[in-house]
């Protein structure tokens, strides 16, 4: 068995806890290679550092179908799983087999200049260095929805409805839907609100002012404009990115910790439970 790591550089801690990891998988006879140099395949690639992280590995990955364990020294981690206390039970149990492995869909989006660009999180497109709102049209399926005014869009998968479109006022979807959020961004007329859309349909968005080019980023980590008139059309990707949880892991828990719900917590406690 193969593992790859992938660490966030950034974080001084990274390579210390890199370190206890080879540790750790050396005693369990699992050969260990750095993400710059590793054969053409490998088991799994093993994130260290946070959710945004995670991201930057499935924009470098080669091979999206090999299952990514994440590493949590970030801040709320709702994709990096795994923490500094439970590294060497949770790695240990992983590599044994106990674990459940959820796949995750991606976007793509076909811009007017060619090429194609993804989005693990959310494609966003924002008024950029224009100094007023901005009007953009957004048509689904080949039917027009709205065109909306403010500071932009955004798009979100599954796995970015906890992230910026969260903030924004959007809704949360669980992982496993195959459906994406158009939530806008300081919408000029308060009725605009976020909407979920079916993931089979294909969305045009178009860019109706005769302004500065808009910004549209992709997971924040790649930019490109788009200029007047012209059209961002975003798909469902063909591929998904594997994301291996813990047994036992639940979406909701984590989103009651992470989120600091505090409800249901106060029921059970009435009741002399823990949960």
């Known amino acids: 068995m ?11 801690a990274s390579s210390i806890v890199a370190e206890q990891v080879r540790e750790i998988l050396h005693k369990i006879n699992v050969q260990v290679f750095d993400f710059e140099n590793y054969p053409n ?7 260290i550092g946070g959710d945004g992280t995670i991201l930057q590995l499935i924009h470098r990955a080669t091979y999206l179908n090999t299952p990514i364990i994440g590493i949590n020294l970030g801040g709320l981690g709702f994709l990096a799983e795994i923490s500094i206390e439970t590294l060497e039970k949770s790695l240990t149990a992983i590599l044994e087999g ?40 957004v048509h689904v399926g080949g039917r027009y929805i ?11 998968t599954p796995t970015g409805s906890t992230a910026y479109s969260l903030a924004a006022g959007g809704p949360i979807l669980t992982p496993d839907m195959s459906a994406f ?21 294909e969305i045009n968005i178009e860019y109706l002012n005769k302004y500065e ?25 063909p591929s998904t990115f594997g994301l291996v949880s813990l047994e036992g892991s639940d979406f909701f828990s984590t989103l009651r910790s992470k989120l600091g719900w505090a409800g ?12």
Not at 41 to 47: A, E, I, Q, R
């Open 213 to 237: 080019p808009l910004e549209v980023t992709f997971d924040g980590l790649e930019t490109i404009t788009l200029a007047p008139h012209e059209i961002l059309t975003l798909t469902l990707a």
């Open 146 to 156: 709205n065109t909306f005014s403010g500071d932009g869009l955004i798009i979100a």
């Open 41 to 47: 395949k490998v088991d799994f690639y093993c994130s």
């Open 264 to 275: 249901a917590s106060r029921i059970y406690r009435k009741k002399g439970l823990v949960i």
């Open 2 to 12: 193969s593992v790859s790591l992938f660490l966030n550089k950034n974080i001084s």
């Open 98 to 137: 106990e674990y459940t492995l959820n796949r995750r869909i991606i976007l793509q989006a076909n811009p007017p200049q060619g090429g194609h660009f993804y989005a693990a999180n959310d494609v966003v497109i924002h008024r950029g260095l224009n100094r007023h709102i901005v009007d953009i049209a």
């Open 181 to 201: 959020i158009l939530t806008p961004i300081a919408g000029h007329t308060i009725s605009n609100r976020p909407i979920v859309l079916s993931s089979t349909q």
